[in-house]
């Protein structure tokens, strides 16, 4: 039976920039990068030189971990750099991609005529098998495990976010043999969750074989995370999968066209965009061409591959990350506010009323990346619980992680959270406490402590 869950505590972060909703597409970017930092708890070992000539779908490391697990080319070219950091840990490797993509050949074939063993299999040969992820902790799915439940979330809540329902649209046969395929893999329920009193797209509105449930509030109720809470929590030995909707069309395409073609369709935002617009690329995709296209505003930026709550710094000539559909770019923050404290601050942004801004609510604002303060004693607010929509003692659970005390941890529910969940926590904070930091520090231990 399908749920309607409303959010009532939450945080709607009113940004400059959003992106208008056209599409263009560009010629293939010339170099495209797969950094194994993207998935958490990986550790790679190559299957390809320098000089290595490859093609979309051709695998390039496999994880040391979970050897059936492998990551491939998202486009065809030439492997021309493998870069390595501190004990010649992998960064990135580097690809010199073809004008046009050539593609490796997968088996096309409906996933309703497929067992759930060979539609694994066709997952993780094809490197199609990292975009499925898993609670607890945020990692790669285990192909060995059976999950009690698939969760894929039909809208972003987050800041100047992607509109899921703009970049599904035309994509309904694909999305549909993504969900055919994800059905097999598990004996629970697939849910589809979509944003309340709003019109879905033909693809998530037409969906079958899933259970859609409405969602309403604000961020971050399109969280998988809280989704997952108030519909089907989890418990210790539990697991649940979950896909971003781009990620199952992914799939789709595999069984239908029998290709990896990780298309992502991506949302460049923020008020250091002079054209916040929608860009057609490839997963790995060096981003120069795309910001350049888009206008970036003199200035120091902030480029961010992600959300700016919870997205990765990358240079101007960096490359998307594996999981991301937005590129957010700010204003550094980094110039000296004299006597900033004393302004009544009816442009500045605060949850509280410490700033006259809060009699404008619904006024859209430029932030950049200052913290207006340093770290200071973790002390009890309120504040976190205002904004954190879990059934979950926030402040409690991050102490718990500083002392390290697995036991109080699994009593106050690591196992439901990943640092996406704590953004806004981290975004209230008078403290500065890096929140995301430490949650992921408390998933890795008591990942490592049980595996």
Known sequence: MSASIKIKKGLNLKLIGEAEKSLLELPVAEVFALKPKDFVGLTPKMLVKVGAN??????????????AIRFCAPVSGEVIEIIRGAKRVILEIKILADRAVKYGSFTKANPNDLSPKEITDQLLQSGVWPFIRQRPYGTIANPS????????????????????????????????????????????????????????????????????NTISGPHPAGNVGVQIHHIDPINKGEIVWYLHPQDVVIIGKLFTEGIYDPLRIIAVTGSQVSSPKYYKTIVGSSLKNILTDAG??????????????????????????????????????????????????????????????????????????????????????????????????????????LIEDIDMMEKLGIYEVAEEDFALCELVCTSKIKSQEIIRHGLDMVRKEFS
């Open 54 to 67: 490859v093609v979309a779908g051709s695998p390039l490391f496999y994880d040391k971990n979970n050897e």
């Open 296 to 401: 970036l505003k003199k200035g120091d930026n902030r480029i961010i591959s992600g959300s700016i709550l919870s997205g990765t710094q990358v240079a101007a000539d960096g490359y998307l990350g594996f999981y991301d559909s937005q590129v957010t770019v700010i204003p550094e923050g980094n110039e000296y506010e004299f006597m900033g404290w004393l302004a009544p601050g009816l442009d500045k942004f605060s949850v509280s009323r410490t700033f006259f801004s809060w009699l404008t609510p619904n006024k859209k604002h430029d932030l950049n990346t200052n913290l207006h303060g340093e770290e200071r004693p973790f002390v009890m607010t309120g504040q976190y619980e205002k904004v954190f929509p879990m059934d979950i003692y926030p402040v409690q659970l991050l102490k718990s992680i």
């Open 145 to 212: 495990d059976s999950p009690k439940a698939i969760f894929i979330s039909a809208f972003d809540t987050n800041p100047l976010a992607p509109d899921n329902d703009f970049v599904l649209s035309g994509k309904e046969s694909h999305f549909q043999t993504g969900i055919d395929a994800l059905q097999k893999l598990s004996t629970g329920k697939i849910h589809l969750n979509v944003k309340a009193n709003s019109s879905p797209a033909p693809a998530f509105r037409g969906a079958q074989k899933v259970q859609i």
